[in-house]
């Protein structure tokens, strides 16, 4: 099933039935006036338009092995309401209440303290170097206290990925990867982590739209036999085997 008959089913009498970012440019210059009370809707049309736009002909150029692939236009516009979304349906899924997070590349710690406000029952481990400014040790202990109020549900690690998916021993219900956008640094993440998480568990991650990690994620799930999910925010996913 194409992504862009998925929207179209997702969709609304109001929906924008785009499939070009040319023509999704054009709708939003239309909806000035309206755009807040049609935000969603477009925003939606648009996020469609780019995945098959650009995602995925740069994914899979023989169609034949293009993996399943579904979109989500409804999971929330922003990064932590989708990973919370995911991480409640990991919850209702299991009799065990208690999920275990990594997060790899932490920025200002704003989606790690997201997560543990909306996720009682969450550990999470964040993981970055602040090696690279602005991401330096000031910055670091700033992050350090957002995070404090959230007691030992918080586990924040200074270092660099692959040394600390070497030394992870706690088997994960997700990992979200938002660390380097290259195409080395996307493809270490996905090896490094991608083992850490259990079967029936996510493997998550942001910005889609980079080259880097458009490859990276293309030739990661090849030869998986996974569905790959998308959302708003250039966020995706699949389910780990």
């Known amino acids: 099933m194409m992504l862009a008959d998925s929207a179209e089913v997702a969709y609304n009498h109001e929906a924008l039935f785009v499939q070009s970012c040319e023509k999704a440019h054009r709708v939003l210059a239309m909806m000035q006036d ?7 809707t477009a925003a939606n049309a648009f996020s469609v338009a780019f995945i098959n736009t650009f995602v995925l002909p740069h ?24 990973l919370v979304q995911l991480l ?10 208690q999920l275990y997070v990594a997060e790899i590349g932490v920025g200002f710690g704003c989606t790690s303290a997201c997560l543990l406000e909306s996720i009682p029952h969450l550990q999470l481990t964040s993981i970055d170097p602040f090696t690279t400014p602005p991401w330096e040790q000031d910055h670091f202990a700033n992050v350090r206290q957002r995070l404090r109020k959230y007691g030992v549900r918080s586990t924040l690690v ?15 219900d997700l990992v979200f990867i ?35 990690v458009i ?18 925010d250039n966020m995706w996913w699949y389910k780990a085997k």
């Not at 080395?184 to 998480?197: F, I, Q, T």
């Open 34 to 40: 309206s755009f807040s009370r049609h935000f969603a």
């Open 59 to 82: 994914m899979w150029t023989n169609a034949s092995a293009m993996p399943q692939a579904a979109y989500h236009p409804h999971m929330g516009a922003e990064r932590c309401e989708v």
């Open 88 to 97: 409640n349906r990991l919850l209702e899924d299991r009799w065990q209440k």
């Open 158 to 172: 200074q270092d660099f990925s692959d040394q600390a998916a070497s030394v992870h021993t706690q088997a994960l």
């Open 178 to 212: 938002d660390r380097d956008h290259s195409y080395e640094g996307a493809a270490a993440d996905l090896r490094d982590w991608s083992p850490h998480v259990r079967p029936g568990g996510l493997v998550a991650g942001h910005d889609a739209a980079f080259p880097g």
């Open 215 to 232: 490859r990276a994620l293309s030739e990661h799930v090849s030869s998986l036999n996974v569905t790959l999910h998308f959302g708003l």
